[in-house]
């Protein structure tokens, strides 16, 4: 795919949706980066049900770390995996207390010392908390990025170094958001919806379908 076509694409990416976010919950740093940990294979609506109950009794490090791993799972027992994301998280918040004031780090290197954190969790916090120029690349990212041509790669880290090399510089800060929306809603991995995308006519996908 040349410069010109992904100009494009983003250009009404941003027309569309101006603003882009998260679909998750979260009013601080911290809420979001434990959001985010608990999203891994589950979804952003699950994850947003359990912190709705959350964080209203415990949403800052101390405080959860408080519930203890028992007591958190009350909270979370809903999403896929729970037990070993609340000892993650019970862990993650004793290390935020003890090595960085309590306060969510804004260095990838910290962010992923922290249990249950990944390279693409700290990605989406340093992205979206703290807007720096990073991109998290998940399942749809990863799908829509290839299958359109926009940045293809055998692996997320590939597609990850040719998004941050070729999206265009004035919309890379937000294209992590409108990619994910894309790929949720859009792009979809068992059938994509080609009949109602924006970008049907720039995308390279060579077998598109008819639906919308």
């Known amino acids: 795919m040349n410069a010109v076509k992904r100009l494009e694409i983003f250009r009404r990416f941003h027309e569309d949706n101006p603003e882009p976010k998260t679909e998750l919950a979260y009013s601080s740093p911290f809420e979001l980066l434990i959001a985010v940990i608990l999203s891994a294979q589950s979804t952003d609506v699950g994850v947003n049900k359990a912190t709705a109950k959350l964080y209203p009794v415990a949403n800052t490090p101390e405080a959860i770390h ?35 004031g309590g306060e969510v780090p804004q260095t990838r290197e910290a962010l992923e010392a922290l249990p249950g954190v990944g390279r693409k969790t700290a990605n989406v916090v340093l992205n979206t908390a703290f807007r720096q120029l990073t991109m998290a690349v998940d399942t749809h ?3 829509v990025s290839n299958r359109t041509g926009i940045a293809r790669g055998k692996n997320v880290v590939e597609v990850e170094t040719q998004l941050m090399k070729f999206v265009p510089k004035p919309y890379l800060l937000d294209s992590h958001h409108w990619l994910i929306l894309h790929g949720r809603y859009v792009c979809q991995a068992r059938k994509p919806r080609c009949g109602s995308c924006r970008i049907e006519d720039l995308c390279e996908y060579k077998d598109k379908t008819s639906d919308d």
Do not use: P, Q, W
């Not at 909270?75 to 729970?82: A, N, P, R, S, V």
């Open 141 to 143: 990212i990863f799908r």
């Open 66 to 100: 408080a519930l203890g791993v028992d007591g958190l799972s009350e909270y979370i027992k809903t999403i896929g995996l729970y037990n070993s994301k609340a000892k993650n998280v019970i862990e993650t918040c004793r290390m935020l207390v003890e090595l960085h």
